[in-house]
């Protein structure tokens, strides 16, 4: 059956979203949340495991301090109030990649709560709540094999490995964020980016969504103006930036066309498809008491003191925010200018490239312009287009000291962005730099008069203007690597 999708620019103008964010960090401490095991990205399977992480019977948790630490630092730059008592607690379920078949959280009592993130959207500051910041201990992995989809269906065999299981996860939730209208879909990401800069900004974790060390699950409402807020939906794993905004907006106008036809929405877990940008049904949503959650009973309550609180809050860096603002200070931009570069994901490239020894402008000109263009063709993240700040500080080098010109200057970050080297290496090895040598541009210069001799005789009775034309026939003999000035002092000097 073939259902018909209403345009989502209508379904905004009928219904008023929801939506909630629960966002998953992987803490980047060295040992997992409770044992010793080792906590590096990959590794064979199964070779970062212990009794503790596998839950054997008589084996027992001991807290990461690091860990809380580390959770404590993320409560307080969301502003939220760190308990000066809390638990852990028990969250009961089966499933194959946790093997103690429960997972050590935290339920009522968490550590953070009731705090804010800003985050700003359009030029405007939107204030998102925060509901709470929480430690647990992350899952396994089940790898489904023998299938062509890598999915459970179809697949021959399931393996797991509880490498990850027991690593330290903070899950930080939202309250319900109403109000956004059209704009819910971009709020969401603006969020999570943010999220994510206040993450790495700590030092807390590397915030990869690619590598699942940031993972987010969105929750969706629609209801009508005036009523109260519709059931909601819970799309799980969004794994990029750009798929928490289509997540959003693929669930908003899903919702509805259910309820345009008179359904009524199931609240349940949703998955969202990269390939087709759409959501599909997952399992009904379990209610908090399928959980059967209580303390935790191997772990001493958690009683973080005022004084050790105050320590970590001496640690908070400059948020990223007030040092963007601080950096457009610096850079002399505009609102406008200063949006383009933090849309490009560009804010870290250009003070990297500016701390390599170039100015704003030259910086920007590449990250914004040339760089850009080719990340958005080959559909990557700026930061992966395959030059670094210091290439791009030294290609502008090379410019400002008049070695390149800028369509040179193109060809050898073309060279860059290859692997052919750095800048200069690229430029000597390719015989790429400027021609400003009088003695070997004359003969190009006489070759150019010679064969425009009505131009000649235009600039020779003053019309100095004409020397454009001869400018451009030497450029072109040249292959571009004259110097465009030197050239055009000789053809005056040569016909005055
Ligand atoms: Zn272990």
Request: aromatic share 4%; charged share 25%; hydrophobic share 40%.
């Amino acid at each position: 059956m073939t259902v018909t999708l209403p345009p989502y620019d209508d379904v905004v103008t009928r219904y008023e979203p929801v939506i909630g964010l629960e966002t998953h960090v992987e803490l980047g401490t060295n040992t997992k949340m409770f044992c010793g095991c080792p906590t590096d990205f990959g590794g064979q399977p199964n070779t970062r495991i212990c009794p503790v992480c596998l839950g054997l019977p008589g084996s027992l948790p001991v807290a990461n301090k690091a860990a809380i630490e580390a959770t404590i630092r993320i409560g307080l730059a969301l502003n939220c109030t760190i308990a000066t008592w809390c638990r852990f607690a028990r969250k009961n379920y089966f499933y194959p990649d946790m093997p103690k078949n429960y997972q050590i959280s935290q339920y009522d009592e968490p550590l953070c709560t009731d705090g804010w993130l800003d985050v700003e959207v359009d030029g405007e500051l939107v204030r998102i709540g925060i509901e709470r910041v929480h430690l647990e201990e992350d899952t396994g992995k089940t790898l489904h094999v023998g299938g062509a989809t890598g999915r459970i269906h179809g697949a021959t065999e399931s393996l797991v490995d509880y490498n990850r299981a027991g690593i330290p996860l903070v899950e930080i939730v939202t309250k319900p964020i109403p109000g956004t209208g059209a704009l819910a879909p971009i709020v969401a990401r603006a969020y999570v980016t943010e999220l994510r800069d206040v993450i790495r900004s700590l030092d807390v974790s590397d915030v990869r969504m690619e590598q699942g060390s940031l993972r987010c699950d969105v929750n969706t409402s629609l209801n009508l103006p005036g009523n109260d807020w519709g059931t909601r939906t819970e799309t799980k794993n969004v794994n990029s930036l750009r798929s928490v905004e289509r997540a959003v907006r693929s669930e908003i106008i899903r919702q509805a066309s259910v309820l345009d036809a008179g359904g009524r929405i199931i609240q349940e877990t949703r998955h969202f498809h990269e390939d087709t940008g759409d959501t599909t049904s997952g399992r009904s949503k379990e209610t908090a008491t399928d959980y059967r959650y209580f303390p935790e009973p191997d772990l001493v309550p958690l009683a973080p003191d005022a004084a050790w609180v105050d320590t970590l809050r001496a640690t908070l860096p400059e948020l990223p925010r007030l040092h963007r603002k601080r950096l457009q200070t610096e850079w002399g931009l505009s609102d406008l200018d200063m949006q383009s570069v933090v849309n490009a994901g560009a804010v870290e490239l250009i003070e990297l490239t500016i701390a390599a020894g170039t100015t704003p402008e030259g910086a920007r000109k590449w990250w914004l312009g040339e760089l850009a263009r080719r990340a958005n063709e080959a559909g990557i993240e700026l930061a992966a287009v395959g030059a670094t700040p210091a290439h791009v500080a030294e290609l502008q080098r090379l410019v400002d000291e008049g070695k390149l010109n800028d369509k040179l200057a193109r060809t050898v970050l073309e060279g860059v962005i290859a692997g052919e080297g750095t800048p200069t290496e690229i430029m000597t090895a390719r015989g790429l730099g400027v021609v400003s040598d009088t003695g070997a541009l004359t003969a190009a210069v006489d070759e150019a008069i010679a064969a425009n001799p009505d131009v000649a005789e235009k600039i020779r009775e003053g019309k100095v203007a004409a020397a454009g034309v001869l400018v451009g026939a030497v450029m072109k003999a040249t292959r571009g690597q004259a110097d465009a000035k030197t050239v055009r002092d000789l053809i005056i000097s040569r016909l005055s």
